[in-house]
């Protein structure tokens, strides 16, 4: 068995696939943000179906049992390789860092923002096809509706809080998937993280913002003044747990563990 990369040689890697990533074209980062958004609906329609199907008998468990099933939605999407807002915050923030005379705040930019777009487009899109009448087994739009109505109508201190924990498990994600060494351990790492972010449930900008969107489709008494309200303090709570908590931390981290080598 290997051993565990250092800080160090973490950096370094994550330094090398952030610089892939910065340097994508244009119509690379549009294709592949726009797969990772529908690519997530999987999960959520993943968690209506399975939550259904379990509480009528196990009441509760249904909860955990359709944490469970959205971990899937995580998988497929890093299985895949897709782009997907927050989970490209470590890696390009190791790139900048390493390079010299720049901090690439255009390239960083150019990434996160169209990332996000294309990730709601995507997404949105699949939204609307799985949302046609008898595309799910009956039951499963209810589900879907009970869980947009929590999202959406919680306090925003509260929403905010937990776009934070959202914000720093997603962070957190890519910087271990560059610390594991196999396919099969990322895409553990990906499942675990993907069932501990249904399961809070903690706000991931694009999964929130999706999973109302798909409540509101199967009726959800959700204004688009409160959609909007849901997108800007998740994003908000996610810059500062994925940025600020988890890929600064790491940063320095890996800056302190250099400068004691030399």
Known sequence: MSAAPDPSEIFHRANEEGSRRLDQ?????????????????????????????VEPQFG????????????????????????LFNENFFDPVAAAVEREGTWLVGPLLRLWTLTFVFNLVGGALFVFVLSVEGALPPGSGEALRTTAGHLAHRRNVSMFADAIAGGTLVALLSHLLVAVDSAGSRLGVAYVVGFLLALGPFDH??????????????????SLATLATVTVVSTAGNLVGGLGLVTFSHVAQATGARDSEE
């Open 60 to 83: 509760e468990v249904a909860r955990v049992a359709g944490a469970l099933a959205f971990g899937v939605g995580l998988v497929l999407l890093i299985g895949g390789r897709a782009e």
């Open 25 to 53: 074209s244009l119509l690379e980062l549009v294709a592949t943000s726009f797969i990772a958004g529908f690519t997530i609906v999987f999960g959520m329609a993943a968690l209506g179906i399975v939550h259904m199907a």
């Open 205 to 222: 900008v694009i999964v929130t913002v999706l999973h109302v969107l798909f409540g509101m489709r199967f009726g959800a008494e959700v």
